[in-house]
């Protein structure tokens, strides 16, 4: 953000929100990208600003990346 509180577009990254998680794990975090699209999911479906909306502490646990085994 900028010091205004307005979004800072970064020219390497989309302008909205989709998509931003998922490069920032491959790029800053050299993740490959089958582990970052997992990560990705997984953090959507739990950061939730809503809290009514959010998923349970069961449901978080039932996700792939929490329960399955990752593909590589």
Do not use: Q
């Amino acid at each position: 953000f900028e010091s205004d509180g307005t979004w800072r577009n970064d020219p390497g990254y989309p302008e909205s929100a989709d998509g931003v998680i998922l490069e920032i794990l491959k790029d800053n975090f050299k993740l490959p990208t089958p582990a970052a699209k997992i990560l990705d999911d997984f953090l959507k479906f739990t950061l939730v600003y809503d809290p009514k909306k959010r998923p349970l502490a069961e449901e978080c646990l039932a996700h792939h990346f929490v329960a399955g085994p990752m593909e590589s």
